[in-house]
């Protein structure tokens, strides 16, 4: 099993810039890739930026250029690096583990944390 814990929302005027952390535990060695994800306006969870284990990312298209997805292996971590942000970036993140697989593929959640852009 894997544990992940958030932390870094609070927050943030618009333009301003935020980091998200997210700590993983646990059985860490079986991580596939490690992502972001946010709740939407509809309260759908929508990815948002995603790393693999050998460090390749990809972003959705509207934070492409603003947010950087980045790891740390030796502390078990992935960061959300979020620059330029706006009203509409305003949400709670999760961190999302992909784990193990063929039958004991496992997808593991945060608990999640709330970025607030406001002036």
């Known amino acids: 099993q894997v544990q992940l814990v958030e932390s870094g929302g609070g927050l943030v005027h618009p333009g301003g810039s935020l980091r998200l952390s997210c700590a993983a535990s646990g059985s860490v060695d079986r991580i596939n890739a490690l992502a972001w994800y946010r709740r939407d306006i509809g309260n759908q969870r929508v990815l948002v930026a995603v790393i693999t284990s050998g460090g390749i990312t990809d972003y959705v298209d509207f934070v492409k250029g603003r947010f950087t997805i980045s790891r740390d292996n030796a502390k078990n971590t992935v960061y959300l690096q979020m620059n330029s942000l706006k009203p509409e970036d305003t949400a709670v993140y999760y961190c999302?583990?992909?784990w193990g697989s063929g039958n004991s593929r496992t997808i593991y959640w945060g608990q999640g944390t709330q970025v607030t852009v406001s002036s």
């Open positions: 999302n583990a992909d």
